[in-house]
């Protein structure tokens, strides 16, 4: 197989408050990431994503894109079913100023809420959740699919995969990528880490926008991602690993496409693909290699994890 169609596969004490610290702040959710250690080089509206009254995962967020830069979260094996999709929004804010709440410019909904993310109602949407993030209305009958950062396939309980589907962990994603060779580095990352991971996993999977100009979802609301990228961080694996993995411990990364007609710089295309998923593919990469492009689309240094994901954790 060539290397550029195995590109295809990728061989590869949560606490909480009734507070409104979830948004603005990731001290509340820093067991999701490798040493306490968010990623370094890209602004944002940091997200504690709490469902249940307990965090989940944690998630770098863009008011003005209304979708996510990156999401990050702790590896579990999946058990039983996917649940069936329950969208969700987040309706933090701040706690009473001058007698009345009032919600700040980074922060994302309205007032009353207790932190935790919930459902969509059946009914119309409070103005407030329509400003700051992006709604259900905005995907359907758009070309795009709801791509989640944090995917639900990388979650053991049913409440931790049911977490994933909120909107702010979610971005436009073509059924091309989503349904095929992201699709498979998933399943792949899956298998992977569950086989060899000796201990946690953490995961950091974000966005590419384009360099030149954003693209939009049908309404101009929500910011529609050139690429996807994802990393993993396994400090404590099995030494005894297959010769195709050798390179793929305690750190790995992708670059896939959500765009077949962009340029073959980052990824190239598999000519040999199936029809319905040419110009989708994932290319597998090192976790220096990434940051070079991360470095190259947002023009600052961006460290994934602390210090390449050296040491035990």
Not at 162 to 181: I, Y
Not at 270 to 280: M, V
Request: charged share 20%.
């Amino acid at each position: 197989m060539s290397r550029l169609c195995s590109a295809f596969v990728l061989v590869l004490a949560s606490g909480w408050c009734l507070c409104g610290a979830d948004v603005g702040n990731f001290a509340p959710c820093l067991q999701f990431f490798h040493r306490s250690w968010p990623p370094k080089g890209l602004t944002g509206t940091p997200i504690c994503q709490r469902y249940n009254n307990q965090y989940r995962f944690a998630t770098l967020y863009s008011r003005a894109r209304r979708s996510p830069w990156l999401s990050a979260y702790v590896y579990g094996t999946p058990a039983g079913k996917r649940p069936s999709a329950s969208w969700k929004f987040e309706p933090q804010v701040r706690t009473l100023k001058h007698g009345r709440m009032e919600v700040q410019p980074e922060e994302l909904a309205y007032p009353g809420a207790d932190g935790n993310m919930i459902p969509f109602p059946p009914g119309p949407v409070d103005q407030n959740v329509v400003d700051s993030q992006a709604v259900q209305l905005d995907y359907i009958n758009s070309t795009f699919s709801r791509g989640h950062l944090n995917p639900s396939l990388h979650h053991q309980s049913r409440e931790d995969r049911s977490a994933t589907f909120t909107l702010t962990n979610t971005v436009p994603q073509k059924a091309g990528s989503n349904e095929g060779p992201w699709e498979v580095l998933e399943q792949t990352v899956n298998k992977t880490l569950t086989a060899y991971c000796l201990g946690e996993a953490y995961l950091v999977t974000g966005i590419l926008p384009y360099l030149s100009g954003e693209r939009w979802l049908k309404n101009h609301r929500v910011a529609v991602p050139e690429y996807m990228w994802s990393a993993y961080c396994c400090p404590n694996y099995n030494a005894s690993l297959p010769e195709e993995l050798r390179d793929t411990f305690p750190t790995y990364a992708a670059v896939g496409r959500n765009d077949p007609n962009s340029t073959e710089e980052i990824v190239p295309v598999c000519k040999t693909a199936k029809k319905q998923f040419r110009g989708y593919d994932v290319r597998r990469m090192p976790l220096d290699s990434l940051e070079t492009y991360l470095k190259e689309r947002f023009g600052s240094v961006v460290s994934v994890f602390y210090e390449q994901c050296s040491g035990s954790d």
